[in-house]
């Protein structure tokens, strides 16, 4: 048995990336292909895994202007010859699923989401800082870029979805069904700490539909601490609202995120999200999350056991969430548990069970993956990076 796992494009690093890594883990020997991969951005457990790329590899600096090449994407994806494979796994949250599989092949998508910029492009747009005539362009081109992705959908013979929010998503976009299989979270990066400094946490890409904005407002006005670890195209705008007692780290060792994730006071994720990686990851640390109540964040964060949910979308209201959980005697052991049921282990037997249901047979790991091979954030659908 011949398989091939398909990644949209490795030109970030992120949570999707390390799912594609977890998906090339569950099979023996599969090939890797993506239309486009820089190493600097394969995950860990990818570094050493030869990348089969589409001609779009050799595109005029590509490096700096992959992002405008966002139209090439369907055609590098279709052009990758799959023939001699009998089972595809595609990665997707854009193109991935577009790839050519054999007819008589199985191709299951694991899907991080829809195309964001594609279905949410009003919502998406609203927070970009664009001129009228490039917004008028690109919804154009967003509209042929959706019916490409509408019938790049009826290529996967069965979709996964990262959460039930997303497989909502592909039933409203797709009308496809898709069975659900959360993320997997390497909880042995992180351990409880002996104590808690007086910190709050935002570890996240500094992109506008994350709403750190909304996160830094309410610690200006609250009176508290805020670290945000991450970088982005929007870390000017944020820079320039934050008061003294906001603090920039910028990207940091994994070494550096374990230790502030098992000692701020809570982690603060106030964007909707696809997932919610970030908020487990935490959780494995023994510290709770103040998260907005959408998407994502309501199937990983149990309210007032490994978090406090805040219902709109005013500094105000986060505010309110904070006060509340600072009232909390929040428990390490209970969080570290509810993490441990998003693990590496779990989701490696979820998807062979799946795979096992659908006729694809895969033999049991040898070992699991070192705790080492790791990831920090919950970047599943980071298109936006492709689409402006």
Request: hydrophobic share 45%; proline share 5%; glycine share 6%.
């Amino acid at each position: 048995m011949k398989v091939a796992v398909v990644h949209d494009y490795f030109t970030q690093a992120g949570g999707a990336e390390e799912v594609a890594s977890q998906l090339y883990a569950v099979f023996p020997e599969p090939d890797l292909f993506s239309a486009v991969a820089f190493p600097r951005c394969m995950p860990a457990g990818l570094r050493d895994v030869p990348v089969h790329t589409s001609w779009m590899q050799h595109l005029p600096l590509l490096d700096r202007y992959y992002r405008e090449y966002f139209l090439l994407y369907p055609l590098g994806i279709e052009s990758i010859d799959l023939s001699a494979y009998d089972v595809v796994v595609s990665s997707s949250s854009g193109y991935g699923k577009g790839v050519r599989a054999r007819r008589d092949a199985v191709h299951i998508c694991y899907c991080h989401t829809p195309m964001r910029w594609a279905w949410s492009f009003d919502q998406y747009s609203a927070r970009e800082s664009m001129s009228f005539a490039k917004r008028r362009l690109l919804s154009v081109l967003v509209g042929a870029l959706r019916r490409w992705d509408l019938t790049a959908s009826r290529q996967p013979d069965h979709f996964v979805a990262n959460s039930r929010t997303v497989a909502a998503r592909i039933l409203q976009a797709y009308g496809r069904h898709a069975e659900v299989i959360h993320p997997p979270i390497n909880i042995r990066r992180f351990r409880p700490s002996a104590g808690v400094d007086d910190y709050y946490l935002v570890l996240a890409r500094l992109v506008s539909y994350k709403r750190i904005d909304l996160a830094i407002q309410a610690c200006n006005l609250a009176g508290r601490k805020l670290l945000i670890i991450g970088d982005g195209p929007d870390r000017k705008r944020l820079e320039q609202m934050a008061g003294l007692n906001v603090t920039f780290a910028g990207r940091l060792s994994d070494r550096e995120v374990e230790y502030h994730a098992g000692r701020c006071l809570a982690l603060i994720f106030p964007g909707e999200e696809d997932f919610g990686m970030v908020p487990l990851e935490v959780a494995a640390a023994g510290r709770p999350t103040i998260a907005y109540r959408a998407g994502g964040a309501t199937e990983t964060i149990l309210d007032g056991i490994t978090g406090v949910f805040f219902e709109g979308s005013t500094p105000e209201d986060l505010v309110e969430a904070i006060e509340r959980s600072e009232k909390v005697p929040w428990a390490p052991e209970l969080l570290r548990r509810h993490a441990e049921s998003f693990s590496l282990e779990v989701f490696q037997q979820r998807f062979r069970s799946f795979l096992h249901r659908v006729g694809v047979h895969v033999m049991e790991p040898l070992a699991w993956p070192s705790a080492r091979q790791t990831f920090v954030g919950d970047d599943w659908a980071m298109a936006e990076d492709i689409a402006v």
